[in-house]
């Protein structure tokens, strides 16, 4: 299942993503920095792949931020420019 995960995880750690408009405003409204969701994604770990989602393939990942803090993040993978994107963030209980 996490192929695309591990895809996403890589390119995300090498610097190779984008942060949507939408998650810069959940990020803003949540108190989330967004080195927190880049850095938390490395021990993320996916809970649902959309291989058929358009316009992108996504992910869904639960992760850990540094204070502790558990959100969703969903990520897709831009798959003409081989670019990561952080679409939105959620907490999770």
């Known amino acids: 299942m ?3 995960f591990d895809k996403i995880r890589v390119l995300v750690m090498t ?11 959940r990020l803003d409204e949540r108190g989330i ?9 490395e021990q993320g770990m996916p809970i649902r792949e959309d291989l058929d989602a358009l316009p992108n393939p996504s992910v869904e990942v639960r992760q ?3 204070d502790g ?14 670019i990561a994107k952080l679409v939105t963030i959620h907490f999770l209980k």
């Open 64 to 66: 850990v931020l540094a």
């Open 69 to 82: 803090t558990v959100v969703k993040a969903v990520w897709s993978h831009m798959v003409l420019v081989d």
């Open 33 to 41: 920095l967004e080195w927190q969701v880049v850095d938390g994604i």
């Open 15 to 25: 610097d190779r993503y984008v942060i949507s408009h939408h998650a810069v405003e």
């Open 2 to 4: 996490a192929v695309l």
